[in-house]
């Protein structure tokens, strides 16, 4: 974590939280296990660039990290797959009169050398499918 605390104000690395995420997966019809090593930043909304005054919001930028020794194996014997997640959006906004909904918007641009692109299609509609159930389950 290179800065802790969503709410940070004028950290060293501006507002909000930064942070570095490892992600193992294992889609259906892919032998290997995909590796997603990722850099998050985490802040609330503003009402634009001119004003500091935040908003009832928060977005999420990811973006790869790349480079670097990684091991292909770890202690399991498993061998993973390096794959990037080239940018990602995640925008959560309160909803006027609704207290106990939000508003997600989600882009995801991935490059991932192991799916094929007929098989990537079909796998990034499931995968957005299944993103929205899975946060729908936890409420």
């Known amino acids: 974590v290179f800065q802790s605390g969503i709410n940070t104000v004028g950290g060293s690395f501006g507002d909000g939280e930064s942070k570095v995420v490892r992600n193992l997966t294992k889609p259906p019809m892919v032998k290997s296990i995909l590796e ?24 999420v930028v990811s973006r790869a990290v790349t480079g670097g020794k990684w091991a292909p ?5 498993e061998n993973y797959v390096r ?3 080239l ?9 006027p009169d609704e207290p106990d909904k939000t508003e997600l918007t989600a882009v995801t641009h991935v490059y ?3 799916v094929p692109v007929m098989l990537a299609k079909s ?5 957005a499918v299944d993103f929205v159930r899975d946060i729908r389950a936890l409420s």
């Open 36 to 59: 997603f090593v990722t850099c998050m930043h985490a802040r609330k909304l503003r009402h634009g660039d001119s004003s500091k005054e935040p908003l009832d919001g928060y977005i």
């Open 123 to 127: 796998a990034g509609m499931k995968g």
């Open 112 to 114: 991932s050398p192991m």
């Open 83 to 85: 794959n990037e997640i």
């Open 87 to 95: 940018l990602g959006v995640n925008l959560l906004k309160a909803i």
């Open 73 to 77: 194996k770890d202690n399991t014997g």
